[in-house]
Every structure is written in C-alpha cells, then in structure tokens.
Nanobody
Framework: QVQLVESGGGLVQAGGSLRLSCAAS????????IGWFRQAPRKERESVGA????????VYADSVKGRFTISRDNAKNAVYLQMNSLKPEDTAVYYC????????????????WGQGTQVTVSS
C-alpha cells in the first residue's frame, strides 16, 4: 500500500518561492497520475494541478497557471511542486494524491493522500 509524504512547506513572503516534494513509500507511483491539492482554512479542498505518469502532460488550476510547475522523477518515486510568485491567497495545506484517472483529478477523488504540508504566504 502506497504511503505519501509531503515536505517543503513553510513561511514565505509574497513574491517568494517554495518547492514542495511528494515522496512515496510502500509502493511506487508506477502508472499513476499524481495530483496536488490544497485546502485553506474554512474553505473546501481545491485542485492545484496534476502530472501524468510519464511527466509529459500537466494540468493546472487557473489560479496557479504560469506560477506553479509540477514535475516528477519516477526513478526517485517523487513528484515536485515548484511554486513561484507566491501570493497570500496561496496559503493552505498542500496535499499530493495518487490518481487513477483524470476524472479522479477533476473530482478530487483518491484513496491515497499524504498528510499535507503547510504553506503560509505573508503579505
């Protein structure tokens, strides 16, 4: 059974950058889409973006397009979320998830979630 661990969160000033990592243990990401999601206080969880198994296809939420980049290293069983030009509204707990399909990404549906990492952007 795959276990996901996110890391790399922290406190950063607006305009700054962070790189989040999502590492898998117990199994591999083989064949799976990996998605990033976030949940801000008093808000519902929302999608951030996702990357195909090969890494050749990515999708992003409009709110992060052009600022965030998802990449993966399948040899290391890791997926990354590079976040640039951060804004206070990016403050949230960020989660990675293993997805079986793109429709699962659209629905935010996964049986495997990490514990999340807090990102706080100060103005």
């Amino acid at each position: 059974q795959v276990q996901l661990v996110e890391s790399g969160g922290g406190l950063v000033q607006a305009g700054g950058s962070l790189r989040l990592s999502c590492a898998a243990s117990g199994s591999t990401f083989t064949g799976y889409i990996i998605g990033w999601f976030r949940q801000a206080p008093r808000k519902e969880r929302e999608s951030v973006g996702a990357i195909s198994w090969s890494g050749g296809y990515t999708v992003y939420a409009d709110s992060v397009k052009g600022r965030f980049t998802i990449s993966r290293d399948n040899a290391k069983n890791a997926v990354y979320l590079q976040m640039n030009s951060l804004k206070p509204e990016d403050t949230a707990v960020y989660y990675c998830a293993v997805l079986s399909s793109w429709s699962d990404y659209a629905r935010g549906r996964s049986g495997y979630w990490g514990q999340g990492t807090q990102v706080t952007v100060s103005s």
